[in-house]
């Protein structure tokens, strides 16, 4: 377990069993699986071993539900009948998966592609969750209605290597490998206690390049001041308006799901919706960490997605790259940002262009003009299987790795 939190003492001892049983297995999985998360016909024996012990595993705990372990029997059985050395299909599963209520556990065991993660394999997983909405957030909640969102706050307790470290915050049904699309989302999990350990990442790299503030005023940054509670309410405040966001406005992405889950739209959306849940915490002066909020997307978008090992294939960090190249284009970037207030301007006009782009009354319109928004801030990729390229002018800005806080770069 990477993360002490308190449970009753029979699901903690369940718990414990369950993680010491069942990872080995995944992890053994992982060292056979290939490209699309193939076995390696060399290993296929052991493979099924593995498979088999892992079942077993499951199978045993009391804190598997019956319902998620008859379907991942059903998707055992068909990736055996397959032969192990086809990709893996977890239809069942991802059909089985649930949203846990608040306080529960949040369980999945199988194939899924995580992202962030450093490979874009999907490899065998434990993921092990429990959702804890925080009561401090509960006025937060009642004036940002998420009616229809399937979106879940949660606290990664245990699981494979993958879900509980390094970089990935989610599981969705869209990462699971499976032989037939999501029509609509059953379940989307966010890790938000993984987010700690990231931010301490970014400040180290802030403080590098800026000194103790992001901003040439001067200010000191807010989210220092946070503990381990506070870090955890600020990111699940930030989450829920983020969710909050997809919701509303011209497209909402439940009802357009055929266009905004292209990369384009996509990449749009996703820094639309975080532009705005920071839009919302500046205006809006009885939201609780509204300044905290502000300067935790501004770190992971500017800092922590663009440098990612897979950052020219991974969308996330292009859209930070693409609100890097936008602050720059916006005059408010120097050896520091200017300022808050001029921050602020700038991502009201990036919001308002992409607003714009959503009111077009044609889907494929508004997917043309995403691509050449999105294509006017980043370069062309370079290498097939890229999606774009960091420009020389972000290339050679504090947002780049290699920065001095002299105003020059280093190799």
Known sequence: MVVKYALPTHISAELSLLTQRAVPHVHELQRYQRAGGAIDPQHLGAASTALRALEDVLSDSALYPERYMEAFRQDAAAWRAAGLQSAPRWDASREATERPGDKELALYAGPAKLPNCGTDRPLFQLVIAMRDEPDSLRDLRERYPRHETTCQLTRIIAGSRQATQGQCVTLFPEHIPASSPVVAQNFAWFFMNKHTPMYQGSLATIRERCGESLFLEGDPLASTQL???????????WGHLHEYYHQVGPRPFRSNREYKARLY??????????????QACIRDTELAYRWEVLELMLFDRLFRYPAARDALVNDDSGAGVLLGTWLLRHGVVRSRLVSREEVMRAIDELV???????????????VKGAEELTMSLLDPPEKPGDLYSKPADWLSSMFADGYRNDGGTVN
């Not at 739209?265 to 920071?278: A, F, N, P, R, Y």
């Not at 308002?352 to 508004?366: R, S, T």
Request: charged share 40%; hydrophobic share 30%; with cysteine.
């Open 227 to 237: 503990d381990y509670e506070g870090m955890y309410e600020t990111r699940c405040c």
């Open 265 to 278: 739209t996509g990449m749009l959306e996703e820094l639309k919706v975080d532009c705005q849940s920071v």
């Open 352 to 366: 308002d262009e992409i607003l714009a782009l959503e009111e077009l009354d044609d889907g494929e319109a508004y």
